[in-house]
């Protein structure tokens, strides 16, 4: 009786010790990653990635959720719930940042950039960097610009000239810049989330769009327009932001890691961005749902010529140094 009450004992203080180190073990930190496009573009693959590495390198210290497609926030709630604190990273297109700071609106400013390589010398420059930590004040911490690429006119009229888009409805970001984009050439932008985007062109509340390559087709947008002109009039890219306080409170090594890992995670995502876009393209072609439009020089000349007033209307606001320095990285 005793031998037996005894083993019960030591079983009993074996799982007692077992479950005390258990519970003494501390669970991972959820790190939760909203945005508001498809797995298979730029952005997508950048959350896709940011998981396996952060739970393969800091396994049983971070745990990463991702929702892609506006699964948890939409486009109109996510800088909010980042703000509360429901998620921990997301990464919304720099036109979403002008009510925390007006200097990123030169990001949307028409045909600033000539190319891509433009728009990296631009942010990688100490102007560029300075952008990342311009909203601390207001809880939000910038990581890394990720590429998406820049952006076609879309609609379902030919556009090849300015005077081409005149009373057609555009469907714009939350952003005064892009809006006056539209509004110098006589179209009238229309404020609509990016997962409403779709339908809005298949019902006509809105004719036209402007987006990269990957989110026309990811969305399917090629479907519903009959014309995409390739203007390169502007660029979609995006900040990774987390939650100031978050970021603050990680502990060191977990922190350092993370940003280790954000800096590989940022050059493989501009690496595919470029790619992407251009087979993107070629898979709207063989749709052969809409036609793709090359500006001649003379009209793309015209439709710079239209947009560029937008320069010193925001002048102001952004800073003309700023705007200087986004053109500077041009030359």
């Not at 429901?86 to 028409?110: G, H």
Request: with cysteine; hydrophobic share 40%.
């Amino acid at each position: 009786m005793f031998k037996l009450t005894a083993k019960a004992l030591a079983c009993a203080l074996s799982l007692s010790i077992a479950g005390m180190a258990q519970a003494a073990e501390p669970e991972p930190i959820v790190i939760k990653f909203s945005h508001v496009v498809a797995d298979h573009t730029p952005k997508g693959q950048g959350a896709v990635l940011f998981k396996k590495l952060a739970e393969e390198r800091l396994p049983g210290k971070v745990k990463v959720e991702v929702y892609p497609n506006s699964s948890l926030f939409g486009d109109g709630k996510e800088m909010e719930a980042l703000l509360l604190g429901d998620v921990q990273l997301i990464a919304p297109s720099l036109a979403k940042f002008e009510q925390y700071t007006k200097q990123i609106q030169v990001f949307d400013l028409p045909f600033l950039f000539q190319d891509m390589a433009a728009v990296d010398r631009f942010q990688l420059s100490p102007e560029g960097q300075a952008l990342l930590t311009s909203m601390e004040d207001k809880n939000i911490t910038g990581l890394a610009y990720w590429h998406n690429g820049l952006k076609q006119l879309s609609a379902n009229k030919a556009l090849r000239e300015p005077k081409d888009a005149r009373g057609l409805k555009f469907r714009v970001q939350a952003s005064a810049v892009l809006e006056e984009q539209f509004k110098v050439v006589r179209a009238n932008p229309r404020k609509m989330s990016f997962a409403e985007v779709y339908q809005g062109l298949q019902t006509g509340v809105v004719n036209g769009a402007e987006n990269p390559y990957s989110n026309i087709y990811s969305q399917k947008m090629h479907e519903v327009q009959k014309f995409i002109t390739e203007s390169n009039h502007g660029v979609l890219d995006y900040m990774l932001i987390t939650n100031t306080k978050f970021w603050n409170s990680l502990p060191a090594d977990v922190r350092s890691e993370l940003d280790k890992i954000i800096v590989e995670v940022t050059a493989e995502v501009n690496k595919q961005a470029g790619a992407l876009n251009d087979g993107d393209k070629q898979r709207i072609l063989e749709a052969k749902t809409t036609e793709i439009i090359e500006l001649t020089p003379e009209q793309r000349g015209m439709w710079r010529d239209a947009m560029k007033p937008v320069w010193s209307k925001f002048e102001g606001e952004i800073g003309a140094d700023l705007i200087k320095a986004a053109d500077a990285a041009n030359q």
